[in-house]
């Protein structure tokens, strides 16, 4: 099974043993006077690792203080090239950044980092990296990013040292796998979370793991047998937790969340009053100790369970209720109502590292939501109109909270895409030399067994280059996509574009805003497929051009229109062509023809079917090409288009393959005058 991750095992640095004052089970924290103290006698490498640590123990409490520890440590360590400061300095930077929300940020200090470790070969390190990756796309939901990052976690630990030691230990592993149930529950795969879970109790048991953590996980163990549909398997590990005695206060809190579990379980049995003793019971410890989210939590379920029971005079008190917590929540700008309670785990997570709160407000808002529809509807029922009017009016500001959010994490969902996509072609990169050290050492082997292994490697090998032979044409013609595919995601477009959606969102014009968000998501998505795809669709096709000349104009305004005409004997749906062939000389027009334009300017895309020959002409009527080769700077006057040169040699390889070959022409326009008057392109394609 492919184990996958969302928790992570941050890199510690070592220090005085009384400095360190641990609040998070994954998430280094040490205390802030004993660093302070210690700090004005150190020197050289060892006061770069205090200041480090002050700013990791900052980075969740004092973000201003915990990035000017990281730049001092930085600079610092750049004065001594000491490399594990600089790279340590990264990562804390990182977690400064995420603890802030901005991802983004965030993830490129990571990858800082990472490279540096590298060059140190401190693999372990490397291994948490990812891990710190995978947390970053799971809080913005993006599930499969943060799978594929915990997976290449998962195989830097099982890598081993030169000593021959793993890199990550048993709980390294299992953490990563618990992380895995997660992302398993919440996309509903409750069977395989299930098995995770029981697990990793087994073998936490075994390996002495925190004890809260593994109580934790016991009532995780409930709520994904609840899952599966088994109900009394349920019942038996949310009465166990119960049961147990609490040694700390986070397993304290935590056992109203098994016992609001269990009341969950006499809800669906139709045990109305079980299921308030038990609810009433979380909301009670909730309300006295200040834990204000999971009070708003309770407050607001038990509100809807009496309104579904017929109750609404009492379903309101208790709305009314969870909307004081509310209100005290953004007030407070915080889940508690004591900031001691801030390192106690009472919802689950934050026991791992501390939650940002970005996320947090998020959470509170979705309850906020739900609790103000049902106290509209409430007192809509009652007769209470304006009351109800007022609920509605918040319940619709709610909902637009929450949209805002959303949006907000699409964007930083396809930022966060665009950063990473570099470092997967790496990854390859090294899954292929780990390949080839294998190789190395079965070739030792073969040897040492004599004439015969080698006859069998000899021809295991020629099979092997006879297969690389045969598939070289195809593999030059991946890498010109990928080449291409490189050329199209050209920065400047791509954040110009997020630039322009993100003004449409400050200036309050939502529709406009999720208009281009929209367009941009299939461009980007739509590119992606083309890099690994041949051929593509003609609907395929025209719907990629479209969004990218409608995200050009949002970034050109007013500098020019365009046109896209379909022959009636073509068949968009079953008419295939290569990909990615039409925008690189689409995006020559806007860029090299008419941006000079001094008037607007004018695309046509034109799409052709005559004698099973599909012809597509994209013709402007911009400034010519010797016009623009004239506006280039001196040591570019020999310039030609990256996009276009690859795309030309991209049609070489293809025609390879082809009986009837791909033809190419390039016209020059001129008017009645002899001026330029713009360029055509003529591409000639055979019916596939």
């Given at each position: 099974?492919?184990?996958?991750?969302?928790?992570?095992?941050?890199?510690?640095?070592?220090?005085?043993?009384?400095?360190?004052?641990?609040?998070?089970?994954?998430?280094?924290?040490?205390?802030?006077?004993?660093?302070?103290?210690?700090?004005?006698?150190?020197?050289?490498?060892?006061?770069?690792?205090?200041?480090n640590n002050l700013a990791v123990s900052l980075s969740y409490v004092n973000s201003d203080s915990a990035k000017q520890y990281v730049d001092e440590a930085m600079k610092l360590a750049a004065q001594l090239n000491y490399k594990t400061g600089m790279a340590n300095a990264f990562l804390y930077s990182g977690h400064t950044y995420r603890y802030q929300g901005k991802y983004v940020k965030a993830l490129s200090e990571y990858l800082k980092a990472i490279k540096?470790?590298?060059?140190?070969?401190?693999?372990?390190?490397?291994?948490?990296?990812?891990?710190?990756?995978?947390?970053?796309?799971?809080?913005?939901?993006?599930?499969?990013?943060?799978?594929?990052?915990?997976?290449?976690?998962?195989?830097?630990?099982?890598?081993?040292?030169?000593?021959?030691?793993?890199?990550?230990?048993?709980?390294?592993?299992?953490?990563?796998?618990?992380?895995?149930?997660?992302?398993?529950?919440?996309?509903?795969?409750?069977?395989?979370?299930?098995?995770?879970?029981?697990?990793?109790?087994?073998?936490?048991?075994?390996?002495?793991?925190?004890?809260?953590?593994?109580?934790?996980?016991?009532?995780?163990?409930?709520?994904?047998?609840?899952?599966?549909?088994?109900?009394?398997?349920?019942?038996?590990?949310?009465?166990?937790?119960?049961?147990?005695?609490?040694?700390?206060?986070?397993?304290?809190?935590?056992?109203?969340?098994?016992?609001?579990?269990?009341?969950?379980?006499?809800?669906?049995?139709?045990?109305?009053?079980k299921m308030i003793l038990h609810y009433q019971q979380a909301n009670d410890f909730y309300n006295k100790r200040g834990f204000l989210y999971m009070a708003l939590n309770t407050s607001a379920f038990m509100g809807y369970t009496y309104y579904q029971y017929k109750q609404a005079a009492i379903a309101e008190i208790y709305f009314k209720q969870a909307e004081k917590l509310f209100d005290e929540i953004v007030r407070r700008d915080s889940w508690h109502r004591h900031d001691s309670l801030k390192n106690i785990t009472s919802w689950g997570l934050e026991i791992y590292f501390p939650l940002p709160p970005q996320k947090t407000k998020e959470l509170a808002w979705k309850t906020a939501q739900w609790?103000?529809?049902?106290?509209?509807?409430?007192?809509?029922?009652?007769?209470?109109?304006?009351?109800?009017?007022?609920?509605?009016?918040?319940?619709?500001?709610s909902q637009d909270t929450l949209n805002k959010i959303s949006k907000l994490e699409e964007l930083v969902k396809l930022q966060l895409q665009y950063e990473t996509q570099n470092y997967e072609e790496e990854i390859g990169i090294l899954s292929q030399e780990t390949a080839f050290q294998e190789l190395k050492l079965r070739q030792s082997k073969y040897f040492l067994f004599g004439m015969a292994s080698l006859v069998i490697f000899v021809l295991i090998l020629a099979i092997v280059l006879v297969r690389q032979n045969r598939l070289r044409e195809q593999q030059k013609n991946l890498l010109l996509q990928q080449r291409l595919f490189r050329s199209q995601m050209n920065p400047h477009f791509l954040f110009n574009s997020l630039s322009s959606i993100h003004n449409f969102m400050l200036s309050e014009k939502p529709v406009t805003a999720a208009s281009y968000l929209s367009r941009f998501s299939k461009l980007v998505r739509a590119i992606l497929n083309s890099s690994v795809e041949e051929y593509i669709s003609l609907t395929e096709e025209i719907g990629t051009i479209e969004n990218y000349l409608e995200l050009q104009k949002v970034r050109f305004p007013e500098m020019f229109d365009y046109t896209i005409e379909v022959d009636e004997v073509i068949n968009p749906e079953i008419t295939n062509i290569p990909s990615m062939l039409t925008q690189p000389f689409i995006e020559n027009s806007i860029e090299h023809g008419i941006k000079h334009k001094n008037s607007k300017g004018n695309i046509s895309v034109r799409f052709k079917m005559i004698d099973e020959i599909i012809i597509i002409e994209i013709e402007d009527n911009g400034i010519g090409r010797e016009k623009a080769k004239e506006l280039l700077p001196k040591p570019q006057t020999g310039y030609k288009s990256l996009s276009t040169s690859i795309t030309q040699e991209r049609i070489q390889v293809l025609n390879r393959s082809l009986k009837k070959k791909i033809k190419l022409n390039i016209l020059d326009l001129k008017d009645s005058s002899g001026e330029p008057s713009g360029t055509k392109i003529i591409l000639q394609i055979p019916f596939n």
């Open positions: 099974m492919k184990f996958r991750v969302l928790l992570l095992m941050i890199l510690t640095i070592s220090i005085a043993g009384s400095c360190l004052a641990q609040k998070f089970i994954l998430f280094p924290t040490y205390n802030v006077d004993s660093l302070l103290l210690i700090l004005p006698a150190q020197q050289a490498e060892e006061r770069v690792n205090t200041i540096l470790y590298k060059k140190l070969g401190m693999k372990r390190q490397v291994a948490s990296l990812y891990q710190q990756i995978s947390i970053i796309h799971y809080l913005v939901s993006n599930f499969e990013m943060s799978l594929e990052y915990g997976f290449i976690a998962f195989d830097k630990y099982k890598e081993h040292k030169p000593d021959g030691t793993p890199v990550g230990n048993v709980a390294d592993i299992m953490s990563i796998k618990s992380g895995a149930a997660l992302i398993y529950f919440l996309q509903g795969e409750c069977k395989e979370s299930l098995e995770i879970t029981l697990d990793y109790l087994k073998i936490g048991k075994k390996s002495n793991f925190n004890k809260t953590d593994l109580y934790l996980h016991l009532i995780v163990a409930g709520e994904r047998f609840r899952c599966t549909g088994d109900i009394d398997s349920a019942k038996k590990y949310f009465r166990k937790a119960i049961s147990t005695p609490s040694e700390n206060t986070s397993m304290e809190a935590l056992k109203y969340r098994a016992i609001t579990s269990l009341g969950y379980i006499y809800l669906h049995e139709d045990n109305f009053d609790m103000y529809y049902w106290l509209y509807k409430i007192n809509k029922e009652s007769g209470k109109f304006e009351t109800a009017l007022n609920y509605h009016i918040l319940y619709t500001n």
